[in-house]
Protein backbone atom coordinates (compact mmCIF):
# COMPACT_ATOMS: atom_id res chain seq x y z
CA UNK A 1 0.00 0.00 0.00
CA UNK A 2 1.83 3.49 -1.23
CA UNK A 3 1.45 6.40 0.85
CA UNK A 4 0.88 9.57 -1.56
CA UNK A 5 2.53 13.08 0.21
CA UNK A 6 -0.46 15.00 -1.17
CA UNK A 7 -3.92 13.89 -0.69
CA UNK A 8 -7.14 16.14 -1.20
CA UNK A 9 -8.49 15.13 2.21
CA UNK A 10 -5.36 16.77 4.90
CA UNK A 11 -5.04 19.96 2.74
CA UNK A 12 -7.55 22.57 5.21
CA UNK A 13 -5.97 20.57 8.42
CA UNK A 14 -2.11 20.80 7.17
CA UNK A 15 -2.98 25.19 6.01
CA UNK A 16 -3.76 25.27 9.56
CA UNK A 17 -1.02 23.58 10.97
CA UNK A 18 1.17 25.46 9.10
CA UNK A 19 -0.72 28.74 9.97
CA UNK A 20 -0.39 27.76 13.75
CA UNK A 21 3.09 26.35 13.95
CA UNK A 22 4.76 30.07 12.76
CA UNK A 23 2.89 31.44 15.43
CA UNK A 24 4.21 28.68 18.41
CA UNK A 25 7.30 27.43 17.44
CA UNK A 26 7.21 23.84 16.84
CA UNK A 27 9.08 21.66 15.08
CA UNK A 28 8.25 22.56 10.83
CA UNK A 29 8.76 18.50 9.55
CA UNK A 30 9.06 20.14 5.59
CA UNK A 31 11.77 19.37 3.80
CA UNK A 32 12.35 22.68 3.01
CA UNK A 33 16.02 24.19 3.59
CA UNK A 34 14.74 26.60 5.86
CA UNK A 35 13.50 24.18 8.47
CA UNK A 36 17.33 24.39 10.04
CA UNK A 37 17.87 28.18 9.16
CA UNK A 38 20.79 29.22 7.61
CA UNK A 39 24.01 27.52 6.97
CA UNK A 40 27.12 27.99 9.53
CA UNK A 41 30.53 27.73 10.14
CA UNK A 42 31.04 24.03 11.24
CA UNK A 43 33.42 23.28 13.65
CA UNK A 44 36.80 21.50 12.14
CA UNK A 45 40.42 21.21 12.71
CA UNK A 46 40.37 18.22 15.28
CA UNK A 47 43.54 15.37 14.75
CA UNK A 48 41.47 12.83 16.93
CA UNK A 49 37.52 12.72 18.24
CA UNK A 50 36.98 14.90 20.75
CA UNK A 51 33.91 15.10 22.72
CA UNK A 52 31.79 17.55 23.35
CA UNK A 53 28.16 16.31 24.36
CA UNK A 54 29.20 14.59 27.79
CA UNK A 55 28.80 11.22 26.71
CA UNK A 56 29.98 8.68 28.85
CA UNK A 57 31.88 5.30 28.45
CA UNK A 58 28.93 3.56 27.73
CA UNK A 59 28.54 5.62 24.38
CA UNK A 60 30.30 4.09 21.39
CA UNK A 61 30.95 4.74 17.67
CA UNK A 62 28.24 2.83 16.41
CA UNK A 63 28.63 3.00 12.60
CA UNK A 64 30.58 4.21 9.37
CA UNK A 65 31.16 4.44 5.98
CA UNK A 66 33.47 6.43 3.33
CA UNK A 67 31.59 8.68 1.05
CA UNK A 68 32.55 9.22 -2.49
CA UNK A 69 34.54 12.13 -1.91
CA UNK A 70 36.61 10.15 0.19
CA UNK A 71 35.95 11.36 3.47
CA UNK A 72 34.81 8.96 6.51
CA UNK A 73 31.89 9.57 8.43
CA UNK A 74 31.24 8.06 12.16
CA UNK A 75 27.91 7.86 13.65
CA UNK A 76 28.33 7.57 17.62
CA UNK A 77 25.47 6.95 20.43
CA UNK A 78 25.92 10.40 22.02
CA UNK A 79 28.53 12.75 20.23
CA UNK A 80 26.30 13.08 17.10
CA UNK A 81 28.53 12.84 13.83
CA UNK A 82 32.14 12.96 12.90
CA UNK A 83 33.38 13.87 9.27
CA UNK A 84 37.11 12.90 8.74
CA UNK A 85 38.78 14.44 5.86
CA UNK A 86 41.45 12.69 6.31
CA UNK A 87 43.48 15.41 8.28
CA UNK A 88 40.91 16.49 10.51
CA UNK A 89 37.19 15.78 12.41
CA UNK A 90 34.45 18.12 12.27
CA UNK A 91 31.67 16.87 14.80
CA UNK A 92 28.07 17.80 13.60
CA UNK A 93 25.39 17.49 16.56
CA UNK A 94 22.11 18.93 17.10
CA UNK A 95 23.41 22.47 17.36
CA UNK A 96 24.16 21.77 13.45
CA UNK A 97 20.78 20.54 12.64
CA UNK A 98 20.75 16.70 13.69
CA UNK A 99 17.51 15.40 15.51
CA UNK A 100 19.27 13.84 18.45
CA UNK A 101 23.21 13.30 19.06
CA UNK A 102 22.43 9.54 19.07
CA UNK A 103 23.01 8.23 15.74
CA UNK A 104 22.61 4.39 14.92
CA UNK A 105 22.79 4.51 11.13
CA UNK A 106 24.79 6.41 8.03
CA UNK A 107 24.41 6.08 4.50
CA UNK A 108 25.37 7.91 1.31
CA UNK A 109 23.20 7.47 -1.36
CA UNK A 110 23.75 7.53 -5.48
CA UNK A 111 22.87 11.28 -5.44
CA UNK A 112 25.64 12.05 -2.51
CA UNK A 113 23.18 12.61 -0.17
CA UNK A 114 23.73 11.75 3.36
CA UNK A 115 21.32 10.44 5.27
CA UNK A 116 21.58 9.65 8.89
CA UNK A 117 19.38 7.49 11.31
CA UNK A 118 18.97 8.76 14.96
CA UNK A 119 16.48 8.00 18.14
CA UNK A 120 14.92 10.90 16.67
CA UNK A 121 14.39 10.14 13.35
CA UNK A 122 15.47 10.51 9.96
CA UNK A 123 17.39 13.18 8.51
CA UNK A 124 19.49 13.99 5.60
CA UNK A 125 22.72 16.26 4.58
CA UNK A 126 23.09 18.02 1.36
CA UNK A 127 26.11 19.29 1.79
CA UNK A 128 25.49 22.67 4.04
CA UNK A 129 21.82 21.82 5.42
CA UNK A 130 20.51 18.92 7.74
CA UNK A 131 16.95 18.74 6.27
CA UNK A 132 14.78 16.22 8.99
CA UNK A 133 12.80 13.76 7.27
CA UNK A 134 9.37 12.60 8.37
CA UNK A 135 8.60 8.83 7.97
CA UNK A 136 5.11 9.31 8.18
CA UNK A 137 2.07 8.02 6.56
CA UNK A 138 0.42 11.92 6.57
CA UNK A 139 2.32 14.78 4.54
CA UNK A 140 2.60 16.53 7.70
CA UNK A 141 1.73 15.62 11.37
CA UNK A 142 -1.37 16.67 12.54
CA UNK A 143 -2.16 20.18 14.57
CA UNK A 144 -2.89 18.03 17.72
CA UNK A 145 -0.17 15.77 17.68
CA UNK A 146 3.06 17.11 15.86
CA UNK A 147 4.80 14.21 16.29
CA UNK A 148 2.25 11.81 14.66
CA UNK A 149 3.55 8.92 12.24
CA UNK A 150 6.84 7.98 12.63
CA UNK A 151 8.37 11.13 12.65
CA UNK A 152 9.86 10.04 16.06
CA UNK A 153 11.02 6.92 15.19
CA UNK A 154 14.66 5.06 15.84
CA UNK A 155 15.82 4.55 12.01
CA UNK A 156 18.40 1.35 13.11
CA UNK A 157 19.42 0.88 9.28
CA UNK A 158 19.29 1.85 6.04
CA UNK A 159 20.43 0.37 2.46
CA UNK A 160 19.87 1.81 -1.21
CA UNK A 161 19.11 -1.21 -2.99
CA UNK A 162 20.05 -1.88 -6.86
CA UNK A 163 17.13 -0.08 -8.35
CA UNK A 164 17.57 3.04 -5.97
CA UNK A 165 15.39 2.09 -3.52
CA UNK A 166 16.31 3.24 0.35
CA UNK A 167 15.35 0.49 2.74
CA UNK A 168 14.63 2.05 6.64
CA UNK A 169 14.61 -0.13 9.54
CA UNK A 170 12.72 1.50 12.18
CA UNK A 171 11.10 1.31 15.58
CA UNK A 172 7.36 0.93 13.74
CA UNK A 173 8.61 -1.10 10.81
CA UNK A 174 10.79 -1.06 7.55
CA UNK A 175 9.65 1.86 5.41
CA UNK A 176 11.21 1.91 1.33
CA UNK A 177 12.16 5.49 -0.41
CA UNK A 178 11.42 5.46 -4.15
CA UNK A 179 12.66 9.32 -4.47
CA UNK A 180 8.66 10.32 -3.77
CA UNK A 181 7.01 8.83 -1.21
CA UNK A 182 7.04 6.29 1.64
CA UNK A 183 6.08 2.99 1.67
CA UNK A 184 5.56 0.61 5.10
CA UNK A 185 6.80 -2.88 3.46
CA UNK A 186 5.18 -4.94 5.41
CA UNK A 187 1.60 -3.49 4.41
CA UNK A 188 2.25 -3.93 0.64
CA UNK A 189 -0.42 -6.64 -0.40
CA UNK A 190 2.46 -8.02 -2.75
CA UNK A 191 4.48 -9.04 0.00
CA UNK A 192 3.75 -12.86 1.10
CA UNK A 193 4.56 -12.30 5.00
CA UNK A 194 2.87 -16.18 6.18
CA UNK A 195 4.85 -15.91 9.55
CA UNK A 196 3.06 -12.72 10.72
CA UNK A 197 6.61 -11.04 11.12
CA UNK A 198 6.71 -7.84 12.50
CA UNK A 199 10.06 -6.42 11.73
CA UNK A 200 9.95 -3.82 14.51
CA UNK A 201 13.93 -3.46 15.28
CA UNK A 202 16.23 -3.93 12.40
CA UNK A 203 19.79 -3.68 13.02
CA UNK A 204 21.33 -4.32 9.41
CA UNK A 205 19.69 -4.47 6.10
CA UNK A 206 21.82 -6.10 3.34
CA UNK A 207 21.23 -6.60 -0.30
CA UNK A 208 22.93 -9.98 -1.46
CA UNK A 209 24.55 -10.21 -5.11
CA UNK A 210 21.12 -12.16 -6.33
CA UNK A 211 18.86 -9.17 -5.18
CA UNK A 212 17.43 -10.95 -2.26
CA UNK A 213 17.12 -8.31 0.80
CA UNK A 214 18.27 -9.67 4.40
CA UNK A 215 16.68 -8.66 7.56
CA UNK A 216 18.91 -8.38 10.86
CA UNK A 217 16.39 -8.35 13.35
CA UNK A 218 17.13 -6.92 16.74
CA UNK A 219 16.52 -7.08 20.62
CA UNK A 220 14.47 -9.77 21.97
CA UNK A 221 11.88 -10.22 23.17
CA UNK A 222 10.67 -9.25 19.43
CA UNK A 223 13.62 -10.44 17.62
CA UNK A 224 12.90 -12.50 14.81
CA UNK A 225 16.29 -13.90 13.86
CA UNK A 226 17.36 -13.45 9.99
CA UNK A 227 14.90 -12.31 8.02
CA UNK A 228 14.82 -12.77 4.20
CA UNK A 229 13.20 -11.38 1.10
CA UNK A 230 12.87 -12.84 -2.58
CA UNK A 231 10.91 -10.32 -3.92
CA UNK A 232 7.47 -11.58 -3.11
CA UNK A 233 7.78 -13.84 -0.13
CA UNK A 234 9.82 -12.86 3.51
CA UNK A 235 10.60 -16.22 5.77
CA UNK A 236 12.61 -16.09 8.81
CA UNK A 237 15.35 -18.22 10.55
CA UNK A 238 17.09 -18.59 14.02
CA UNK A 239 19.31 -21.39 12.99
CA UNK A 240 21.85 -21.14 16.32
CA UNK A 241 18.71 -20.36 18.10
CA UNK A 242 19.60 -16.13 18.61
CA UNK A 243 16.92 -13.95 17.67
CA UNK A 244 18.89 -10.86 18.01
CA UNK A 245 21.36 -10.09 14.64
CA UNK A 246 23.52 -6.95 14.86
CA UNK A 247 25.03 -6.88 11.36
CA UNK A 248 25.59 -9.06 8.17
CA UNK A 249 27.94 -9.03 5.66
CA UNK A 250 28.58 -11.48 1.82
CA UNK A 251 32.23 -12.29 0.89
CA UNK A 252 33.93 -12.23 -2.06
CA UNK A 253 32.38 -16.54 -2.63
CA UNK A 254 28.79 -15.36 -1.92
CA UNK A 255 28.46 -16.61 1.65
CA UNK A 256 26.90 -14.56 3.77
CA UNK A 257 27.75 -13.84 7.60
CA UNK A 258 25.89 -13.01 10.39
CA UNK A 259 26.61 -11.42 13.69
CA UNK A 260 24.34 -13.12 16.68
CA UNK A 261 24.53 -10.99 19.80
CA UNK A 262 23.40 -13.48 22.19
CA UNK A 263 25.27 -16.56 20.74
CA UNK A 264 28.05 -15.49 18.36
CA UNK A 265 28.36 -15.75 14.54
CA UNK A 266 27.18 -18.36 11.87
CA UNK A 267 27.40 -18.50 7.90
CA UNK A 268 24.95 -19.25 4.90
CA UNK A 269 26.55 -21.26 2.17
CA UNK A 270 23.56 -20.24 0.08
CA UNK A 271 22.06 -24.02 0.91
CA UNK A 272 22.48 -24.28 4.77
CA UNK A 273 23.32 -21.99 8.06
CA UNK A 274 26.77 -22.95 10.01
CA UNK A 275 28.06 -21.66 13.22
CA UNK A 276 30.83 -20.30 13.72
CA UNK A 277 32.28 -19.86 17.50
CA UNK A 278 35.79 -20.32 16.94
CA UNK A 279 38.01 -17.90 18.32
CA UNK A 280 35.47 -15.71 18.48
CA UNK A 281 33.14 -13.33 20.57
CA UNK A 282 29.27 -12.38 20.37
CA UNK A 283 28.64 -11.06 16.94
CA UNK A 284 28.77 -7.20 17.48
CA UNK A 285 30.20 -6.67 14.76
CA UNK A 286 31.43 -8.11 11.64
CA UNK A 287 33.91 -6.87 8.40
CA UNK A 288 35.18 -8.82 5.03
CA UNK A 289 37.98 -6.89 3.84
CA UNK A 290 38.80 -6.44 -0.28
CA UNK A 291 41.39 -9.42 0.67
CA UNK A 292 38.85 -11.45 1.40
CA UNK A 293 39.54 -11.90 5.33
CA UNK A 294 36.66 -11.77 7.88
CA UNK A 295 36.76 -10.00 10.90
CA UNK A 296 35.03 -10.70 14.22
CA UNK A 297 34.59 -9.01 17.49
CA UNK A 298 36.26 -11.01 20.40
CA UNK A 299 35.23 -11.98 23.43
CA UNK A 300 33.00 -9.48 25.96
CA UNK A 301 34.55 -8.54 28.76
CA UNK A 302 33.91 -8.31 32.93
CA UNK A 303 30.98 -5.61 31.23
CA UNK A 304 29.46 -4.64 28.05
CA UNK A 305 32.04 -1.59 28.18
CA UNK A 306 35.14 -3.99 27.87
CA UNK A 307 37.13 -6.72 25.60
CA UNK A 308 39.09 -9.47 26.73
CA UNK A 309 40.69 -9.86 23.34
CA UNK A 310 40.31 -7.33 20.50
CA UNK A 311 39.48 -8.04 17.06
CA UNK A 312 39.61 -11.43 15.11
CA UNK A 313 40.78 -11.71 11.47
CA UNK A 314 39.91 -14.81 9.89
CA UNK A 315 41.89 -15.57 6.20
CA UNK A 316 40.01 -18.95 5.85
CA UNK A 317 42.57 -21.13 7.40
CA UNK A 318 43.60 -18.87 10.36
CA UNK A 319 42.86 -16.84 13.00
CA UNK A 320 44.76 -13.53 14.03
CA UNK A 321 43.74 -11.78 16.96
CA UNK A 322 44.50 -8.04 17.46
CA UNK A 323 44.43 -6.40 21.13
CA UNK A 324 45.96 -4.32 23.32
CA UNK A 325 49.10 -5.61 22.91
CA UNK A 326 48.96 -4.02 19.24
CA UNK A 327 47.56 -1.09 20.21
CA UNK A 328 43.89 -1.43 20.82
CA UNK A 329 41.98 -0.35 23.38
CA UNK A 330 40.20 -1.91 26.38
CA UNK A 331 36.48 -1.09 25.05
CA UNK A 332 34.45 -3.17 23.88
CA UNK A 333 34.11 -3.01 19.61
CA UNK A 334 30.03 -2.08 17.83
CA UNK A 335 31.47 -1.11 13.95
CA UNK A 336 34.45 -2.26 11.82
CA UNK A 337 34.80 -0.52 7.78
CA UNK A 338 37.25 -0.59 5.28
CA UNK A 339 38.22 2.33 3.40
CA UNK A 340 39.49 2.70 0.03
CA UNK A 341 42.69 2.49 0.78
CA UNK A 342 42.33 -0.89 2.61
CA UNK A 343 42.42 0.42 6.10
CA UNK A 344 40.12 -1.01 9.16
CA UNK A 345 38.59 1.02 11.07
CA UNK A 346 37.45 -0.43 14.33
CA UNK A 347 34.65 2.03 16.55
CA UNK A 348 34.34 0.90 20.33
CA UNK A 349 32.76 2.35 23.67
CA UNK A 350 33.78 5.28 25.21
CA UNK A 351 33.31 6.26 21.61
CA UNK A 352 37.07 5.23 20.96
CA UNK A 353 38.15 4.86 17.19
CA UNK A 354 41.20 2.64 16.03
CA UNK A 355 42.80 2.47 12.29
CA UNK A 356 44.76 -0.56 11.35
CA UNK A 357 47.12 0.11 8.32
CA UNK A 358 48.33 -3.63 8.08
CA UNK A 359 51.14 -2.81 10.01
CA UNK A 360 50.10 -0.66 13.36
CA UNK A 361 47.08 0.74 15.11
CA UNK A 362 46.67 4.49 15.09
CA UNK A 363 44.33 5.94 18.20
CA UNK A 364 41.79 8.40 16.84
CA UNK A 365 40.16 8.78 20.20
CA UNK A 366 40.23 12.01 23.19
Known amino acids: MKIYFFQTQILFPLALFIFFTSCNGQVNTNLSKESVGKPRVL ?28 SLWFGTTGEGVYRYDGKSFTQFTTKDGLNSNTVWSVLEDTEGTIWIGTDAGLCRFDGTYF ?21 QNSVWSMLQDKSGKIWFGTSSGVYT ?62 PNGDGWIRYMIEDKKGHIWFGGRINGNFRYDGINFSNFMEKAGIGNAVLSDKSGNIWFTGEEGDT ?55 KTFTNFSE
Open 43 to 70: PGGQSKLVKTQGSNSSDNVHCGLQDKAG
Open 131 to 151: IRVPITVNFMPTINNPNDGSV
Open 177 to 238: YNGKSFTHFLQNDGVINKDSLQLKMVDDILEDKKGIIWFASGMPPGGEGVCRFDGKTITHYK
Open 304 to 358: NYESRDGVWRYDGNSFTNFSTKDGMGTYFVHCMIEDSNGNIWIGTRNTGLYRYDG
